[in-house]
């Protein structure tokens, strides 16, 4: 909660693939608030009362799932509708004749982001979240400690650069 907190005030899109990240978590543990406490909050240098208080946070954030039907899969609508506002902020920085380093560094991904675009199921998602979505899977990738190509680091590399961009503007 507190990290979750701290990322939402400093950099969104961190802040966004961390409540990914959560979510998996979240299922990982099935929901279970016992073992979330044991291997989350306990494990915390934090107050009780701050324990107490991520304790709280856990169970919402694990009713908030059930109620909407994301226990297997999906995003929160929170964060889905967080991911709306960034990708039509980023429209709008790529409309700014002001912003021509950000348009820029978008032109340097467009082809990475058009590339995944084609490998994808749905033709129609938004540029910000096949963003997203690459940059989460990748991170699987490395913490699953499997190997991956220079062409797939260089494409995530220029990914992070327009996210990056993109979360500085938003902040």
Known sequence: MLIAEQKKRDNIAEYLLYMWQLEDILRAYE?????????LIDTSNHSDEKKEEARRWYIQLIEQ??????EKEG??????????ELSLFHAQLLKNPDEL?????????????QELRGKSKSQDLPEIEICFTALYGFL???????????????????????LRSLSEKYN
């Open 31 to 39: 929901f279970d608030i016992d073992k979330i406490q044991k291997g």
């Open 65 to 70: 799932m059930q109620s909407e039907g994301i």
């Open 75 to 84: 995003h929160l609508s929170t964060n889905n509708e967080l991911l709306k």
């Open 101 to 113: 380093k950000y348009i820029e560094t978008y032109f340097k991904t467009l082809p990475f982001i």
């Open 140 to 162: 699987l990738l490395k913490l699953q400690k499997r190997e991956v190509s220079p062409d797939t680091a260089s494409a995530i590399s220029q990914i992070s650069n327009l």
